[in-house]
């Protein structure tokens, strides 16, 4: 999955439910579960997640909603192989936006 948000700072945390098609409860669940994601606090206790954590959210989904990994399995993944596997979600990442693109030439023939 490409999470396409505008460019910001922060986003809110119904900003990146509807950018992953999920509910609150389950990015607050992956913030619990994964200490890879951790959204900034104002004073009111409202979560403000970076691009960071957006590019950790779409590692994490990746893993355990399009590779079926289980959530252990994930942090396990993540801890032993990080690096290899963000270079890999970030190869993938771009040959899906190239795959968009292709299919938008296609269509426009």
Do not use: C
Not at 77 to 103: C, N, P, T, V, Y
């Amino acid at each position: 999955m490409y999470v396409d948000l505008p460019k910001k700072m922060y986003y809110s945390i119904g900003e990146v439910a509807d950018a992953f098609d999920v509910n609150t409860s389950l990015i607050r669940f992956w913030e619990k579960e994964f200490d890879i994601i951790k959204p900034k606090k104002n004073a009111k206790g409202n979560r403000k997640f970076t691009p960071e954590d957006i590019k950790n959210l779409e590692l994490i989904y990746h893993l355990v909603k399009e590779r079926g990994f289980t959530l252990e399995g994930a942090k396990i993944h993540l801890k032993e192989q990080k690096q290899e596997a963000l270079d890999s979600f970030d190869i993938i990442r771009k040959l899906e936006a190239i795959k968009g693109q292709l299919l938008k030439i296609k269509e426009q023939l």
